[in-house]
């Protein structure tokens, strides 16, 4: 099977099934109302369209009348407001349902479990959310507006033709077969190719976000031109696509073409030998010749829905995929009140996606309002006890308790409300100073609790040394700033939101031991009879917890404070004895 040559993974293009195209219509939000009122204009069009031949062939026969006269200008007039309505009111359609399958696709992002984007590229979803909603949006539309008024103008037409002459109507069907015939040989072509072009656009876009963001890293090892080869690897996939789709349509325009020149002349000799024999008079045969070429696109049309709907089935494929993706369990129905008490483990297991597991059978408390510091060689599963508890990820088995309720009981917003995270990313947005220390928090900020913070955290420094002070404008992911800088300002956000349970992952792991040593004291200082629970190696940090526990293999090796742990846990002492560790303790 071809390979993705960004992502290094199977070419998907032709997966797909209905059911996931009638789980995106049913599930889409489609501006029903305004395609409905396109549906009745689309139709009044195609009915004021079966009006002019036979108007246009009376005065073409010498019926030079006021009322043919009038009747002629009328339903070209008509004609014209119609095409103008059909434009203004699909586009409204159109316009109105994709924002509504954007916002409907964007909220089921943010709900959706972790453990979806452990298998799914976040670039590639994203496409989905743009450039998937507006082509498969507007191809569905088209579809469902205009088959209608297709039905309809055939259904007004051929009888009208029939009253002329029944060898007239049988001329002018005798290509459906024809277009039958391609339109399902070209069908399944159209959807692998329509699919594939998401996919590509998806890998790309993925591509593409991954690399800019990680920008830095590509310079500081000079995998520019690597790089540099993948991306034009991956725009080189899409542009095959492409040409590929550009073939499919120039096969199609040239069997149309052929098809509907075959129709005229066919019906246009046919016609001409009626009209010869005396079975059809002037004004019959010059309204049948100019129904003919509408009647031929029509057929076409018709004929076309089906290869047109597998287009459209293969590129809203992944919008229906994505609208079935598992999502979280809010229970919104519990109440919002977390209770008080320790967070106790009890027979925790957990693996990722089906691999080994991670933690195995686990079981310890973390006391409330005490600093318990989480330890262990890398790899033993201390940042998935971390994950666990901010309830990104569910146990296989065992519970988490609060105050003894399972965590499972709890309402998840209100839960989450109650925790404060940093790790050693420091991730924010861009925007300004205040926004960033103000992210999340839902009641107003005054301008006193910001420098409190900022004075507690050590961020008043460089505020006060920027020129616009607050509102300060910061580079995206904070890459203007320091890595010191990063972490006092998001400390100085979390000192904000006031949570009651402090989740730190590797907080100072990425600073020099100077900052770290400070920005350790900040947490003591600042988070007082807060529940703490840190991931980390910083054993300066450690020697003030509580409590520390330690972690081997997904399993607790050992319990108690540093002094209790240097004398009973052979893994605790050798983690002391480290170099990085006899520095701290050098001091």
Known sequence: MKKDPVNNKPDSASTGSWREFFYFIKNAGMSWGWIVITIIVTMVYYLTCTRLPGSTAALFSGTLTRNAIMDVVINYSSL????ALVSTVSLIAEARTVRSVRRIMWKRMM???????????????????????????????????TTPGLILYLSRALPLINGFSPKLMWSVLILIPFYILYAFLMGRWQYKIGRRIQVRIGGLTGYLTDRIRNLTMIKTFVTEREEEEKGVAASKE??????DYSYVN?????YTILAEVLGIVIAVIWGCYLLRNGEIDMQSWLTFFLFVPTINTVLRQLTNIWSNLKDVQGRAARLGGLMQAPLEDLNESADVNIPDGDICFENVSFAYRE???????????????????????????????????????????????????PLEELNLCSWRDRLSYVNQDA??????????MAYGIRREVGEE?????????????FISESEEGYETELAIWGSTMSGGQRQRLIIARELLRDADTLLLDEATSAL?????????????CGFGGKTVVAVTHELGFITQADRIIVISNGTVNAEGTHSELMEKCDIYRRLVEEQSYQEVFAK
């Open 80 to 83: 014209l407001v119609a095409m």
């Open 111 to 145: 709900c959706i479990r972790s453990d979806y984007y452990d298998e799914h590229n976040a670039g590639e979803l994203l496409s989905a959310v743009t450039i998937d909603t507006q082509t498969s949006v507007t191809m569905l539309i088209q579809l469902i507006v």
């Open 238 to 243: 899409l542009y095959r696509a492409n040409v």
């Open 250 to 254: 120039s096969v199609i325009v040239a």
């Open 355 to 405: 691999g080994a597991p991670v933690l195995k059978n686990i079981s310890f408390t973390l006391p409330r309002g005490k600093v318990t510091a989480v330890v262990g060689l890398s790899g033993s599963g201390k940042t998935t006890i971390l994950r666990l508890l901010e309830k990104l990820y569910t146990p296989q088995s065992g519970r988490i308790t609060v105050g003894g309720v």
């Open 427 to 436: 991730e924010m947005f861009s925007g300004t100073v205040r926004e960033a």
């Open 449 to 461: 609790y910001l420098r409190q913070a900022a004075h507690i955290s050590g961020i008043e420094k």
């Open 512 to 524: 020099d031991p100077e900052t770290a040593l400070a920005i350790s004291d900040t947490f003591f």
